[in-house]
Every structure is written in structure tokens, then in C-alpha cells.
């Protein structure tokens, strides 16, 4: 059996998450990490999207509008707006604030998949 943990924390991208560590996570309130091979490819991924971008290759959602407006090309100096500001409008919501555990769950979930 695979262990996700080091000194009894959770390392995201070292080995898959498991449904213990989800829950350790989320009833135990255990600490997390990042492996330093997901670092690696968290790092590629950007400096892939660096060179696209540099290069003038138009690419959905990042120097482009959404949806109806996908054929906008937006200005190099607005793209980091433009991402703010898609954070910023899908980090509303309605209703009661969620339950602290069902946060955790969902921010660990959302972690590991990055």
C-alpha cells in the first residue's frame, strides 16, 4: 500500500490522492504539500503557456474573450486582467456559506487535479 504522506502530511502529485487522504484532509484537518514533481509540472505548464502567449498564438480564454466574444483578441497588457477578473466573478455565489469540511474537500480536490 501506497502511502500520500511524509511525516504525516498529505503530498499532492507525489502519488494519487486517495479517499484516506480526502479524508484525513477534511475530519482531521491534515496538513498539505506539494510534491516537488508537481512543482516541475506546474512550472512546465506555465512556461508553456509563457511561450504561447509570447509567440502570438491566440488561445480560448487567456488572450481571447469567452464564448460569444471568443473572437476578441485581447491586449497583451489585459490578459492579467482579464484572468482577475474571471476569478473574481466565479468566486461569487449565493446562498448560506458552505460547511468548513465540504471547503476543504473541494479546495484538496481542485489541488490535485491542477
Do not use: W
Not at 466574444?69 to 476569478?87: F, N, S, V
Amino acid at each position: 500500500m501506497i502511502i500520500n504522506t511524509l511525516a504525516g502530511m498529505i503530498v499532492l502529485g507525489a502519488t494519487p490522492l486517495t479517499l484516506e487522504d480526502l479524508r484525513r484532509v477534511v475530519l482531521e484537518k491534515a496538513e498539505c504539500a506539494l510534491a516537488d514533481e508537481a512543482r516541475v509540472r506546474v512550472q512546465a505548464a506555465r512556461d508553456h503557456v509563457d511561450r504561447t502567449l509570447a509567440g502570438g498564438e491566440l488561445v480560448y480564454g487567456l488572450n481571447t474573450g469567452f464564448g460569444d466574444l471568443a473572437g476578441e483578441t485581447i491586449a497583451p497588457d489585459q490578459t492579467e486582467i482579464l484572468q482577475e477578473r474571471l476569478l473574481k466573478s466565479h468566486a461569487a455565489g449565493m446562498g448560506a456559506p458552505l460547511a468548513p469540511a465540504v471547503v476543504r474537500a473541494m479546495l484538496l480536490l481542485r489541488a490535485n487535479a491542477l
